[in-house]
Nanobody, 126 residues
Framework: QVRLVESGGGLVQAGGSLTLSCVAS????????MAWFRQAPGKAREFVGA????????FYKDSVQGRFTISRDDAKNTVYLQMNSLKPDDTAAYYC???????????????????WGQGTQVTVYS
């Protein structure tokens, strides 16, 4: 059984930084692209960014490009989301997800991910 567990969320002032972690278990982590999504209250879940299965490519939602960085440590079965210059609009529950096919670049579409974490809350105040 595949399990994803996020951590690292919290309350942070605008302009600050947070790093989220997502630990995976249950299948060969290094074979799969990983992504981060987020959902703000009253809004649909949206793509934040993704990292290719081998870690050499990342891509992001326009509004976080240059502020957020995704990385992975396959030895620890962990994917990270480093968030800098946080804004109140970044307030949301953040979810990690694992692609449903091995050896891909990743995707911005929810339908391409078959395993999800429980989410970790990030709240940015001004």
């Amino acid at each position: 059984q595949v399990r994803l567990v996020e951590s690292g969320g919290g309350l942070v002032q605008a302009g600050g930084s947070l790093t989220l972690s997502c630990v995976a278990s249950g299948r060969t982590f290094s074979d799969y692209a990983m992504a981060w999504f987020r959902q703000a209250p009253g809004k649909a879940r949206e793509f934040v960014g993704a990292i290719k299965w081998n870690g050499d490519t990342t891509f992001y939602k326009d509004s976080v490009q240059g502020r957020f960085t995704i990385s992975r440590d396959d030895a620890k079965n962990t994917v990270y989301l480093q968030m800098n210059s946080l804004k109140p609009d970044d307030t949301a529950a953040y979810y990690c997800a694992s692609e449903n096919r091995a050896y891909t670049y990743g995707s911005s579409f929810e339908r391409d991910y078959d395993y999800w974490g429980q989410g970790t809350q990030v709240t940015v105040y001004s």
